[in-house]
Structures are given as C-alpha cells and as structure tokens.
C-alpha cells in the first residue's frame, strides 16, 4: 500500500514545532545519535550569457537505521534580490529507513530557523547562570526574532534588548517582542548593551569581530550562532580566553572563523573546549561551573538538529536512551 505524502508547509511548521517540545526533542536526539554525513555542497552554473550567479545547493542527510531517513536541501540564489524573491530556499523530505518511502515534505526554512535557536536555548540550560534575565540580540534577522522565545524555555527572561547595524531594524525588533510580552529595547551603544546583559546572543552574517571580550561582564554567557563558515566572525579572541567553551558538535572547530583564528594563534586549543550538545545531553560533560564564570557557546548547525525536528514535525517517536 503506497503512503500518502504529507505536506507541511510553513505555517504549519512553525505550528509543530513549538520550543517547549523542540529544545527536549534535540536534547533527546543529541542523546542517543544518528547518523550524520558530511553535507555535499553544489554549485549551478547560470546558462552562458546570463547575469545571474551560480546557485548554490547544499543538501545535507541524517537518519536513524531502521527508522526515519531524512535529507534538508538548501538553495542560495544571490540573484534573487534583483527579482524582490527571498535568496534562500529550504525544503526538507523525511523517508521511511526500511522502505525508502517518502513520508513528509516540510518547510526547510522553518526547520532550520528553529532548530538553530532550540539549539541556543539547549545550551544555555547548561551554560547561562540559573537566574540569568537579561538578553542581548546582536542581529535583526529570522533567527534573532525567536531567540527570545526560545530563551524563556530554560530561563526567566524578562528583558530584552536588541542591537542590529540598522537602529530601524532594531526598533521594529523591539516592538515586535513588546507585544509578545518582553521588556524590549533598541540599543545604540553595542559595548554598553554588552556589558549590562546576562546572555549576549550574536545572530549575524558578520566577517569582522562585533562582540569584544573586554566588554563581557563576569558569568555572562556568549552565544554565537552566526560565524558558520571559515571567514566570518562575531567574537573577538578575547572573548574566548578564560571563557569555559562549548560547541554543538565538533565540526564547529573546524568551519567557524570565531574558533579557527583563536585556535590559530594559540589563544585556545581544541583539547581545551569543554563538550559538545551531544556529551552534554548525554551527561559525559559539565556545563557552567561558577556564578562568575564566562561561557561561551559556538554552533554550526547540524543535520541531526534538521532531523529531530523533522520527526516532531511528523509525530514519529525519537529513540529513547541506549
């Protein structure tokens, strides 16, 4: 008998994947595992003659032997803004593992927005200080606006203060998240933001350190999501020096610009980073250690993250512990 297909598109998405039942479901996938290939990276030339850019694909598979295989592709069209079209695209395909059958086509863009801020979140409920209720936004973007709600999951976040390189952006941020109940506030001085928050969380597409250490108070918690690839950076070497350090897996060491140049020069070594969300979850690590202890939490992203949330998006059961 040949199963039927489901669709969900972003709506419907965003509406099974809330953060009280997606920060638990990582933490449980993180636990146990999966299978998690190297993501192939394509490049799709534009026809001879044409202006546009080349696309850029990654397609990036997870999957648990026996039970769900699941495969995100994500397409970047850097033409798309001379078209008014957003320039990426997500889609996610989950598949039965034993029969190869699809099972469901959902919203990648949704998956990965939320699975990147769940991932946040997990962190910081090992590595923010238990009675942390300030947080800093560095960044305006999709991500940046679900930090907070993420946040109120594992801490009492009460107030909210938002710094992006446009001040508009910002106050629209800001009003958004007064309405959904937080004390938000545009921020136009970053160092001052900095230094008066409990958790600084950095969802940017920057290349040059914006975070300085010398602004970061004593048992403050970094979080760094944007820094994904070898060139670019949020943080400065100085906010990892003397900082207890965290990553999502250990990939981060070797993609992220923020760990690459202080690793580089001698400033932390990868023997020095103190677990990943997997040794965590599973409680082979140790998250914060001291009220006045800096920590700091660098992600990447990872498949196993897309494929938690696809299996909650469907309601297939994540495999309990070993």
């Not at 597409?205 to 108070?217: F, I, T």
Request: charged content about 20%; aromatic content about 4%.
């Amino acid at each position: 008998m040949k199963i039927a297909l489901k669709v969900f598109d972003a709506e419907a998405t965003r509406a099974a994947l809330p953060f009280d039942r997606l920060i638990p479901a990582l933490r449980a996938l993180f636990a146990v595992g999966c299978e998690v290939p190297v993501r192939h990276v394509h490049h799709i030339a534009a026809p001879a003659g044409a202006c546009d850019e080349a696309v850029t694909s990654l397609i990036m598979p997870a999957w648990i032997s026996g039970q769900v295989y699941g495969v995100k592709i994500v397409n970047i069209a850097p033409g798309n803004a001379a078209r008014g079209l957003p320039g990426l695209h997500g889609s996610y395909l989950l598949h039965d593992a034993r029969t190869g059958a699809p099972l469901a086509l959902i919203d990648g863009d949704q998956i990965t927005a939320r699975r990147t801020a769940a991932a946040s979140a997990l962190a910081a409920s090992w590595l923010a200080r238990d009675d942390a209720s300030h947080l800093l936004l560095v960044g305006a973007g999709q991500v940046a606006r679900l930090l907070p709600e993420a946040y109120r999951e594992v801490r009492s976040i009460e107030r909210v203060t938002v710094w992006a390189r446009s001040p508009e952006r910002a106050e629209s941020l800001a009003a958004e998240l007064r309405v959904s109940g937080f004390d938000a506030r545009p921020a136009a001085d970053l160092a001052a933001a900095v230094g008066r928050a409990d958790i600084i969380s950095c969802a940017t597409l920057a290349n040059e350190p914006l975070v300085q250490g010398r602004w970061l108070r004593a048992g403050s918690h970094l979080d760094l999501i944007g820094s994904f690839t070898p060139t670019m950076r949020e943080a400065d070497d100085d906010c990892f020096a003397g900082a207890r350090i965290v990553v999502d897996t250990d990939e981060a060491l070797t993609k992220s610009g923020d760990l690459l140049g202080p690793l580089s020069r001698g400033v932390i070594k990868a023997s020095g980073v103190a677990g990943t969300l997997a040794s965590l979850s599973r409680g082979d690590a140790t998250g914060r250690l001291s009220a006045t202890e800096r920590t700091v939490f660098k992600s990447v992203g990872t498949a196993l993250e897309d494929l938690a949330a696809a299996m909650l998006v469907c309601g297939v059961s994540l495999p309990g512990p070993p």
